[in-house]
């Protein structure tokens, strides 16, 4: 597929027209300086016929292997069981790829590897979590410990492979109960689809064999609660963020937000916070 370009605009292509996806699509076509949708990839072409149309300028739709053959910028928001064949091929040919399922990027971390040989970047936004402006500043320095407690309503953590395999009844929850203690890296095996943020605040300081999560399901609070405590040799900080969820009770409103405000500075002249 020809690379010829007629702009200097950064082109942009979303895999996934979901909760986040759609937004992100939204926001580009409104208009973001600098940079224009492309193309998306989505699994039922059917399904988005009537988001698409309504765009001002309807981008195409191609396989999901085919968005790096058409942007400088990829943003991945499928399934994390896709994150290789979205990211694979955009690094490959030294595009940028926006990873929102970062819970996936611990077992395909190879790719990492990949973008520095092709000259490509794998850039993690802030997502569902606060802080990893300050977590990656204090990471120059030494962090001794990095601690995150997350509390989800009922609907916000159903399905995981954790209550699955262990047979957690979380339904007729009253009262919070304290479903996981572990690693990020247990957390994202276990909660894949809900647990994003463990991985992302991991990466951004002591990896995911050292931070150390806590996840309770709690019938009390209708948000996605993240608490995160840091003490390191600069500073000790604890933040904590009250996500309300989107149309995907798992997802908070702010992830998409935060791709967006991502996107935003990649043109943008004046950029605050690392
Ligand atoms: N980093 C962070 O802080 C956060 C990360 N996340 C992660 O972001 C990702 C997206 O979340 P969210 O938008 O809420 O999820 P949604 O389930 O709302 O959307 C995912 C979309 O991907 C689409 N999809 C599925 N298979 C394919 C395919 N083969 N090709 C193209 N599109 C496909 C789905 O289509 P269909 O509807 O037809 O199935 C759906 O529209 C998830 O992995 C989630 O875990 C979420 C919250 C926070
Ligand atoms: O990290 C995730 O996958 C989602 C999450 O907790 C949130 O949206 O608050």
Do not use: Y
């Amino acid at each position: 597929m020809s690379e010829q370009r007629v702009s200097s605009e950064l082109r942009v292509a979303i895999a996934g027209l979901g909760s986040i996806g759609t937004k992100i699509a939204a926001a580009l076509d409104q208009g973001i300086e600098g940079l224009t949708l492309s193309a998306v990839a989505v699994r039922d072409p059917a399904k988005h016929q009537a988001f698409l149309g309504g765009l001002r300028r309807p981008p195409r739709v191609l396989p999901i292997d085919q968005l790096g053959e058409v942007a400088d910028i990829v943003v991945e928001c499928a399934p994390s069981r896709h994150l290789r064949e979205i990211v694979e091929p955009a690094v490959r040919r030294g595009k940028t790829a926006v990873v929102v399922s970062v819970g996936g990027l611990l077992d395909n971390f190879d790719l990492v590897d990949l973008a520095r040989a092709n000259g490509g970047r794998i850039i993690v936004p802030t997502g569902a979590l606060i802080g990893l402006d300050a977590v990656n500043a204090a990471a120059i320095g030494t962090i001794h410990s990095v601690k995150m407690v997350t509390r989800k309503p009922i609907d916000g953590l159903k399905g995981a492979p954790f209550i699955v395999e262990n047979n957690i009844d979380i339904d007729k929850l009253r009262e919070p109960l304290k479903l996981f203690e572990g690693t990020a890296r247990e957390a994202a095996k276990g909660f894949p689809a809900n647990l994003n943020v463990a991985v992302a605040l991991s990466l951004a300081g002591v990896g995911p064999d050292r931070t150390q999560v806590q996840i309770w399901a709690d019938p009390t609070v209708t948000r996605n609660v993240h608490r995160i405590e840091v003490e390191a040799d600069s500073a000790r900080f604890s933040m904590s963020i009250e996500n309300i969820p989107s149309e995907n009770p798992k997802t908070g409103l702010i992830t998409a937000l935060s791709a967006i405000a991502l996107l935003r500075k990649q043109r943008a002249t004046l950029c605050v916070g690392t």
